[in-house]
């Protein structure tokens, strides 16, 4: 989702009336960003407060190269990461996870290996269908097994976008609504239990009195882009917009429910997006990054700012605007906060406690780093951002109609070509230009002062850092979600072909 | 101002806490345009409530030439066209117009003579310095007569950017504050009493019990972009963000009088621009124009959609988002409606009363006009806009450097030649495609489906059309402000040069 996506952000047909009640009841950060342009990593920092290029969230199979974990990836999030959930578990939360993962799919990497109690969603994206022959479909995990496959028992109709994952991400009733007119509700032919996912789980944790986490990882605005019947249709922004009005109108039902149970005082609610909207598929399938430069896949602002709003009624204060530099990854710091827990102190932690921002609205000046890959590509401190290489895609992609930046084209700057402006960073004045389309003169004594601040936090960064081992380098068909664990119960074992090894490659 | 300079409109750096909280008590209109992308046919346009087209404020010197008042313009608003002050007259209003006027200069044209009571402005732009022999400074009106000039007794420091001139249009008191540590305040020196401006009018016309119509015409975000030195370096976005900052301030001072005078509830306010932000005086004098594409001076998105909020505590609902299409036009027959007046039947007349929108949420069909002079470039109807000509600016231009378009390159679209669609337009869809960036597909349904509506609206447009004699063709030197009335009070009257009727210029 792209930080224009949202009514509070500025979209013209303004369809999130929660999300913009949410930041109205809340405080809206306008200078947040995601981890990473793409989702894998980007999740994998939120988990772990730490840069995907400390985390192995990364690939060396090609200079500045975006990586995430199909089917094929043999990695995952590595054993010594310490996630969230993990270690929430030391102030007795319970957490759950609800849609995506992303950190892996093979048995090691599986959520409730690594502190979550329980999963309802799917290790990979939505992508297919697929013929179950030369790739099979994605699985949909219920806690340890499957219980079905996106395009068989988790229909997703690719020509009208109607899917109701979203319904059943949260909660049952709805779900059972939306699809009373289409047909049974998903996994029910499975013989599973109901879903129970996001609403019920904070019942029974209120119910239960204990305190939980609960990472609510929806994927309807990632292509292919779906919705639920009732909300098919009813966008002025098509399909796209159907699926972010199904995402503003769940957010509304889980604030509700916090408020029905009493809970919203006690109840941290964050929402951001894990890259900013992807334009290659636009305007059916695209979303809005506002007035920022390109989208999903790029280190330029709408690559990697997000939307992000707190909400914490009578602990943050109402109505405010903190212009904080924030990040997914103080997710993590700020959550282990809340518990009364300290972020783990043998490795370096990214992310920053965001309470003081929150609370009593102080600034902590911070970079922000935009990675591609094992490329530091750019750096913000305070209003400056130096980009230090450029690209968009390669000439070869662009060709082919693959454009990250359609109707945008900032000469010098939007390279298809990978530049290397380390030895002379180009930057921007974030607050005059947010999109990125006057560089600074270098003559300037603007520019001398911006580049001194942005070079030494530079320095201190890549001085003080151990890249992890890169998890994205290697592929192998022979671990694709031939046979989940519970495929056996639904006969929906695959035969997996011969293991082969080989380098990952994704399409852009 | 553009769109997106607003942070209720997403400006990232978010500094118009009045004017968002205008929104949050009022009603928002994402799609409202003004009737032309240039000043002076907008503010026609506005006041008659009819296309420039129509009122002939507009130049057939060249195809598709925008066009304004400079200080050799020969022609003004007509004296047929009916101005919404004079209509008001017979409700018993007073009217005062404060700052820009911009419908012509000679005496002829004088807002006094055009339904107006009171003024205090000018009635150019604010460029200059001038030397006083090639061409005079612009004159600063109070009613009747000049008070001085703009860089001699209203300076202006292009260096500095300080300008205490929206102060003094808000009022007398803050701008006193404002000035008390730079120096004497304008006007006074020239003898005059002092200025009381909007804030004054409002509480002498609550006193006196009578109804009142204020024209708030600030001009602080037209290049040369000035703010007053207590807001001067106050913005994240540099001079033109100081500017924005001192016209919301502005705007909560007038709102906060019109609370503590115990008239909101009696007061209809409506905040909007005349054109889109200016791009090729970007960054530092350049607004936002949010998603939309290209800026002032095109008829692209970013050049004629305004921000837009109505305010009328109690009457209109607090916290609404309208999607109806809407016009700067429309504020000539919702005034008139509001004071129980109908608009003149002897001509046509483009504005629609907005009252049903506003008070009822109801949404009429109309269409949007885009012209640049006497072309009609483009239509907008439901969310399907058309385009008949592209055009950005020419090729000649734009290699000086001028560029309405920075860092947007839409192929085919964003032209430097003056492409003729007319048989065949560009459509677009706003709501999955405001930045005008995908024209359908000529052979689409969808694209048949939205022409049909458009032809059929441009062509009853065009069938009924009868333009106005054209009153910005003709300029001369010697009708510049030389001896505006009261000059010589002031001793500053000037001697006009030989008469010399031309054809009108403009650098772009």
């Known amino acids: 989702m792209g930080w224009g996506d949202l009514g509070v952000y500025g979209e013209p047909s303004r369809e999130t009336p929660n999300l913009d009640r949410m930041a109205a009841e809340g405080m809206l950060f306008p200078n947040f960003y995601s981890a990473n342009p793409l989702c894998s990593p980007s999740?994998?920092?939120?988990?772990?407060?730490?840069?995907p290029i400390r985390n192995g969230f990364y690939t060396t199979n090609g200079h500045a190269r975006n990586a995430y974990t199909p089917q094929?990836?043999?990695?995952?999030?590595?054993?010594?990461e310490r996630l969230l959930p993990e270690l929430l578990k030391g102030a007795g939360y319970a957490s759950k996870i609800v849609?995506?993962?992303?950190?892996?799919?093979?048995?090691?990497?599986?959520?409730?290996?690594?502190?979550?109690?329980?999963?309802?969603?799917?290790?990979?994206c939505h992508f297919g269908p697929y013929d179950n022959r030369a790739r099979p479909n994605i699985p949909v995990y219920r806690d340890w097994e499957m219980v079905g496959r996106y395009y068989e028992e988790f229909p997703i109709n690719l020509k009208t976008g109607e899917a109701n994952l979203t319904q059943v991400y949260v909660q049952v009733t709805d779900a059972w609504a939306g699809r009373a007119r289409g047909g049974r509700p998903p996994g029910r032919q499975a013989g599973q239990c109901l879903p129970q996912e996001a609403l019920d789980f904070v019942r029974r944790q209120?119910?239960?009195?204990?305190?939980?986490?609960l990472y609510w990882a929806v994927d309807a605005t990632h292509a292919p882009v779906y919705a639920s019947r009732p909300f098919l249709g009813t966008s002025r922004r098509g399909r796209y917009g159907d699926a972010v009005r199904e995402i503003d109108d769940s957010v509304g039902k889980i604030l509700s429910l916090l408020r029905d149970l009493r809970i919203a005082e006690d109840t941290f609610v964050f929402f951001t997006s894990d890259n900013g909207a992807a334009l290659i598929s636009a305007p059916k399938q695209g979303g809005s990054n506002g007035p920022f430069l390109c989208g999903k896949q790029t280190t330029f602002e709408g690559g990697m700012r997000e939307p992000a709003i707190v909400w914490w009624p009578g602990r943050v204060p109402a109505g405010q605007v903190s212009h904080q530099l924030g990040s997914v990854m103080d997710l993590f710091t700020t959550s282990l906060s809340l518990a009364g827990l300290a972020p783990p102190s043998d490795r370096v932690i990214d992310g920053l406690d965001l309470l003081p921002a929150m609370l009593w609205?102080?600034?902590?000046?911070?970079?922000?780093?935009?990675?591609r890959g094992n490329t530091l590509m750019a750096a913000t401190l305070g209003q400056y951002k130096a980009h230090f290489w450029t690209w968009t895609n390669s000439w070869e992609e662009f060709r082919q109609g693959i454009d990250f930046c359609p109707g945008q084209n900032v000469s010098g700057v939007t390279t298809h070509t990978q530049e290397d402006h380390t030895e002379l960073p180009l930057?921007?004045?974030?607050?005059?230009d947010p999109g990125e389309r006057f560089p600074l003169s270098f003559a300037s004594p603007e520019y001398l002062h911006a580049l001194r601040g942005l070079t030494l936090a530079v320095r201190q960064h890549q001085e003080t850092l151990v890249p992890g081992q890169p998890q994205l380098n290697v592929c192998n068909r022979a671990v694709m979600n031939w046979a989940p664990p519970g495929c056996e119960k639904l006969g929906k074992c695959l035969t997996p072909p011969e293991s082969v090894p080989e380098k990952c490659s994704w399409p852009h």
């Open 427 to 432: 930057v921007f004045h974030l607050g005059r």
């Open 43 to 51: 999740r994998a920092a939120l988990l772990t407060g730490r840069l």
């Open 72 to 80: 094929e990836i043999v990695g995952g999030i590595p054993a010594e």
């Open 361 to 371: 609205g102080q600034l902590t000046d911070r970079p922000v780093f935009y990675y």
């Open 206 to 213: 209120h119910a239960a009195r204990r305190p939980f986490f």
């Open 99 to 124: 849609g995506k993962w992303h950190l892996g799919h093979r048995p090691q990497f599986h959520p409730l290996k690594r502190g979550f109690d329980e999963w309802f969603g799917s290790p990979n």
